[in-house]
């Protein structure tokens, strides 16, 4: 699979492109701005884009108003084309936003049923009841995602929902030639829908990737050969970021050691679980890291752990922005990209990951481990990986059974002599390459 290769690009097109957070209906072509970040994103290493939603929405863009139709803030479906054709290109694949647990108001079907009630051939198609009354005063009671009524339930044991879902899919295959499909709140999505949704897309493209957003418990539940390729690890999320703000390490490895470790009872050995430090629904790490040099040391954490690595556009050059600020503040335009050193790093990482068997595929191993410093190894088919973190500020000397004496750091570019133990300057992240 192309995705267990790849480092993910996350880029929230409203947001980035500048549109007005209500839908205006103006039509404006403001997606082909993604076109003059190509090079860009190739830079930093990525050769996968995910786009959050796209298609036309009433506001933020989980609130679809219609499958097969570029919002008009962005422009037109010839337009987000022309940007899909210069991604694969350039070598970068293509994966949009799958919004199927809900819709908007605006939604056509459910506006034919705020017309017709009862009389409505699409009544079905949500979770209604004509008993009661929403908070919109519609005359009939609804289900809404979580509580917000903004964002209509759909029925998804409903066959006519389910079919011009897949009919919308086969649409963005065939007119965008997308590779794969982020499904929002995958955790919400009936197990037999994931299971069809599985054996469509994959007869529709090989290799079809399905990337399902999940938050807690045991993501076996969604991730499996019957259901999503990968799924949000939400779970090291927290860890890594909590990792550096308490100085404790023994937290991400140990989440670390639960999920792909060497015991027979770990969760999810052999898989490839989407690994990010930020996104568009919460703080950037930049602001979340209370020691802002520890910033280049989680990046590097998260790419040499086992997973398929993402960044968020903006988060590589250290953009700053609390989600209690409101989610306008997580998603905002630039007017093009910039590159400091953080980049630089980063763009090493990027480079290192996608040239690494052992960092694509290999198994984890923890070699060292206190409260301030951490030393794992990734191996597969004899290429072997060390990540060194430490997180402190001074310096330490780190002892394992090494194998060599010699590594090159891939992030550097430096030879590192550790044979009589690996010297850490302060705050320092490493993935070193034994020869």
């Not at 300057?425 to 020869?435: C, D, I, K, R, V």
Request: glycine content about 10%; aromatic content about 14%; charged content about 25%.
């Amino acid at each position: 699979m192309w995705a267990y290769e790849s480092v993910f690009y996350q880029i929230y097109p409203l947001g980035l492109c500048g549109a007005p957070f209500d839908n205006d209906g103006i039509v404006q072509s403001r997606i082909l701005k993604v076109m003059d970040w190509c090079e860009h994103i190739k830079k930093l290493g990525c050769n996968a884009v995910y786009f959050s939603p796209v298609f036309e929405s009433d506001s933020h863009g989980y609130n679809t108003r219609d499958y097969t139709k570029i919002d008009a803030r962005l422009g037109t479906n010839e337009d987000f084309k022309e940007v899909c054709d210069k991604l694969h290109e350039e070598g970068i694949k293509v994966v949009l936003d799958g919004v199927f647990n809900h819709v908007g108001r605006g939604f056509w079907a459910f506006q034919d049923v705020q017309e017709k009630k009862w009389d409505s051939p699409y009544k079905d198609w949500f979770h209604i009841s004509f008993e009661g009354n929403s908070g919109y005063d519609d005359g009939f009671w609804y289900e809404g995602w979580e509580g917000h009524y903004d964002l209509v339930k759909l029925n998804l044991h409903n066959e006519d929902v389910v079919q011009h879902l897949f009919k919308a899919i086969k649409g963005w295959v065939e007119e965008f030639d997308i590779d794969g499909l982020r499904l929002d709140v995958a955790y919400c999505l009936d197990g037999e829908f994931l299971r069809r949704l599985r054996e469509f897309t994959g007869s529709l493209k090989k290799d079809f990737f399905l990337l399902g957003e999940t938050l807690h418990g045991d993501y076996n539940q969604w991730m499996n050969d019957g259901a999503c390729h990968s799924v949000t690890n939400y779970e090291c999320y927290k860890g890594l970021h909590s990792s550096f703000n308490s100085m404790n390490l023994f937290e991400i490895v140990h989440s670390l050691l639960r999920q792909f470790g060497p015991e027979e009872w770990t969760l999810y050995k052999g898989r490839h679980l989407l690994s990010f430090v930020d996104n568009h629904d919460v703080t950037r790490v930049a602001s979340i890291l209370q020691n802002e040099r520890h910033i280049p040391l989680i990046y590097t954490l998260m790419y040499g752990m086992p997973g398929v690595p993402c960044v968020y556009y903006g988060s590589e050059w250290g953009e700053k922005a609390d989600k209690s600020q409101g989610d306008p503040a997580l998603r905002p335009a630039f007017d093009a990209p910039l590159w400091n050193e953080l980049t630089d790093v980063i763009a090493a990482l990027g480079k290192a990951r996608t040239e690494s068997k052992a960092l694509n595929y290999g198994a984890f191993k923890s070699l060292v481990l206190t409260n301030h410093q951490c030393v794992f190894e990734r191996e597969c088919e004899g290429d072997r990986v060390m990540v060194a973190i430490n997180a402190g500020d001074y310096e330490y000397t780190a002892h394992f059974d090494a194998r060599a004496g010699r590594a090159r750091d891939l992030v550097s570019g430096q030879t590192i002599d550790f044979g009589g133990g690996l010297t850490m300057p302060p705050y320092t992240g490493m993935l070193l390459q034994p020869y």
